[in-house]
């Protein structure tokens, strides 16, 4: 039988990961010692008390049950109440939703908004997911909003065309530019989402990732945040909670009333367990994550440092374990990567990847300890750019 995939999913662009993931699987075969600087997934453990909590709560019979999809009602407490802690704004527990992992939440979100045909502001490069799992797949088309280096990587709003757009997407700290905002361009953004009645979705998947002291604010620290957006933080990357799947969202009650009546019919809640060994990882020590960010400012200072030794025009990043590595004119990102993996053994993603916007970068991960940084720029500097 000749089964026809849906429009929707024709139109998908090929998973990026899916391609280099390939590509590993090959080398890997051959026996070649590949350093992956490529996909964003912590080497680190969790902290130790948050996997006893786990433990402990997977033990307990009542936690085995069916959950809300919206997150168990301590869950979401314990999320406002650690966002007191952090950011010093206040939100009562109608304002969170558990998600299982961001990019459920992400993807889920304009399936209660977009119509078909409705259009999604979405940054360039950008998280395939926005334009993809978000947009595409809910029929609505994804209009870049190009980041440039001129602008910090951050949308130029007097460029973007918002007309007929029903929702923005916007990272920060980004992925996979690395780049960090202000809390001053937050309030642009929120402006801006007035001005053209959108729906604004920042993911701030990365906000506790930072180094040298610096903090990534909330959108929801802004005036209007919460009239006109709601935000993402994940367990993932800040307690390296990835196969955990447990993420939420948090802000404006009507936005998450949309995504919270989409999940119901969709989901059924995170594992009870995991919610508790989240609360757990809010709300106890939180010196691990300290460390967690000590282990990765040194790993990129080795990195950029060896990177700048050999050439390249790249800065330190202030936040996420990503190094965006500018080319040198001319160079397409995907022959460079492909020149790094057959002959430095060196896993990298081709700017490109994340939108055309990306091209002229690649993107490194500090997902590797510092020896093996210190192996990769050795290999690196070899190669002679
Ligand atoms: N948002 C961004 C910008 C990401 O890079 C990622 C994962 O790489 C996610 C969201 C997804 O995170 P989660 O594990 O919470 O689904």
């Not at 966002?83 to 304002?95: C, I, M």
């Not at 980004?174 to 007035?194: D, I, K, Q, Y």
């Not at 050439?311 to 500018?326: L, N």
Request: aromatic share 10%.
């Amino acid at each position: 039988m000749d089964i026809e995939f849906a429009d929707r999913v024709k139109r998908l662009p090929p998973y990026l990961f899916a391609e280099i993931e390939k590509l590993i699987k090959e080398k890997k075969a051959q026996g070649v010692d590949l350093i992956s600087l490529s996909i964003g997934d912590p080497d680190l453990p969790p902290p130790q008390f948050v996997i006893d909590a786990l433990k402990e709560e997977a033990a307990n019979p009542k936690n085995h049950n069916y959950s809300f999809s919206q997150g168990e009602p301590d869950f979401r407490q314990a999320v406002a109440e650690w966002y007191k802690k952090r950011f010093h704004a206040d939100l009562t527990q109608d304002q969170v939703v558990a998600l299982l992992g961001s990019k459920e939440g992400i993807a889920n979100v304009a399936r209660a908004f977009v119509n078909p045909g409705d259009k999604v502001l979405v940054p360039d490069p950008a998280y395939p997911v926005y334009a993809n799992g978000s947009t595409i797949l809910c029929d609505g088309l994804p209009e870049a909003m190009p980041l440039l280096e001129k602008n910090g990587f951050k949308p130029d709003f007097d460029a973007v065309k918002a007309k007929k757009a029903k929702m923005m997407f916007l990272n920060y700290p980004n992925n996979p530019t690395a780049a960090v905002a202000p809390l001053e361009f937050l309030r642009e953004s929120v402006e801006f989402a007035r001005r053209h009645h959108l729906i604004l979705c920042h993911d701030a998947a990365y906000n506790e990732m930072s180094y040298d002291g610096y903090r990534a604010p909330s959108l929801m620290q802004v005036e209007g945040g919460k009239e006109v957006g709601i935000e993402y933080h994940s367990f993932s990357k800040t307690f390296n909670m990835t196969g955990w799947r447990v993420a939420f969202a948090l802000g404006n009650r009507q936005i998450l009333s949309g995504l919270g009546a989409v999940k119901a019919n969709l989901d059924s809640g995170v594992f009870e367990a995991i919610q508790e060994a989240g609360m757990a990882a809010l709300l106890g020590p939180q010196e691990e994550l300290e460390e967690v960010r000590r282990i990765y400012t040194r790993r990129r200072n080795v990195l950029v440092e060896g990177l700048q030794r050999a050439g390249f025009q790249v800065e330190k990043p202030q936040a996420t374990f990503y190094v965006w590595v500018p080319l040198p004119a001319g160079i397409r990102s995907v022959d460079f990567c492909a020149r790094l993996l057959q002959e430095a053994a060196i896993v990298s993603t081709p700017g490109v990847g994340f939108g055309s916007y990306g091209e002229g970068f690649i993107r490194f991960t500090l997902t590797v300890s510092e020896a093996r940084l210190q192996e990769a720029v050795e290999r690196i500097r070899e190669l002679q750019i």
